[in-house]
T-cell receptor
Framework: RKEVEQDPGPFNVPEGATVAFNCTYS??????FFWYRQDCRKEPKLLMS???SGNEDGRFTAQLNRASQYISLLIRDSKLSDSATYLC??????????????FGKGTTLSVSS | GAGVSQSPRYKVAKRGQDVALRCDPI?????LFWYQQALGQGPEFLTY????????KSGLPSDRFFAERPEGSVSTLKIQRTQQEDSAVYLC???????????FGEGSWLTVV
């Protein structure tokens, strides 16, 4: 089982739609959680960290459920510019990964007019 | 420049050739990471440095892969006797310390023919 799993996608939505991405992680000892955004042929960039209490940044809301080992990202009022791949990322303190981040495969979002 | 710089941006290598990929992190960043991203996949951790010390190399896929950061700044990822399955984007990232805010370079796109 992969350490970080995401919805396969792609998600094709019209402008203005609300879309949610889900992610699960396997290591219960994981400490930190993030969503990264990656545009086509570009490097990943941090979108937002995910906190246990849930956090919001404008149209983006991230939530963490430690008991279920589940992370979500909600995007409201989708814009064309939101089209990208969204990567779920976990800091897994395991012997195998050390202090590095473990990335999911990513979910592709395409917003159309 | 202010960001993480990688070179070459694009490299085509013949199978069996050795390649060297360079990463110039953001000035003052202690932590440096190398990731490999195959087409349609998320970045996969390769190795991690804190200053000049390579603290984790558990992600290196074989002994053909070698990374160094001799003076705690610039890092080089070397791949010996390249094979087709090595074709991927090699991403370098750096952070002041740890993983909470890491910045990626644009990547070195390697194609082995």
């Amino acid at each position: 089982r992969k350490e970080v799993e995401q919805d396969p996608g792609p998600f094709n939505v019209p402008e203005g739609a609300t879309v949610a991405f889900n992610c699960t992680y396997s290591n219960s000892a994981s400490q930190s959680f993030f969503w990264y955004r990656q545009d086509c042929r570009k490097e990943p960039k941090l979108l937002m960290s995910v906190y246990s209490s849930g956090n919001e940044d404008g149209r983006f809301t991230a939530q963490l459920n430690r008991a279920s080992q589940y992370i979500s990202l909600l995007i409201r009022d989708s814009k064309l510019s939101d089209s990208a791949t969204y990567l779920c990322v976990v800091n897994t303190h395991s012997d195998q990964a050390g202090t590095a981040l473990i990335f999911g495969k990513g979910t592709t979002l395409s917003v159309s007019s | 420049g202010a960001g993480v710089s990688q070179s070459p941006r694009y490299k085509v290598a013949k199978r069996g050739q050795d390649v060297a990929l360079r990463c110039d992190p953001i000035s003052g960043h202690v932590s440096l990471f190398w990731y490999q991203q195959a087409l349609g996949q998320g970045p996969e951790f390769l190795t991690y440095f804190q200053n000049e010390a390579q603290l984790d190399k558990s992600g290196l896929p074989s002994d053909r892969f070698f990374a160094e950061r001799p003076e705690g700044s610039v890092s080089t990822l070397k791949i010996q006797r390249t094979q087709q399955e090595d074709s991927a984007v090699y991403l370098c990232a750096s952070s002041l310390s740890g993983v909470n805010t890491i910045y990626f370079g644009e990547g070195s796109w390697l194609t082995v023919v």
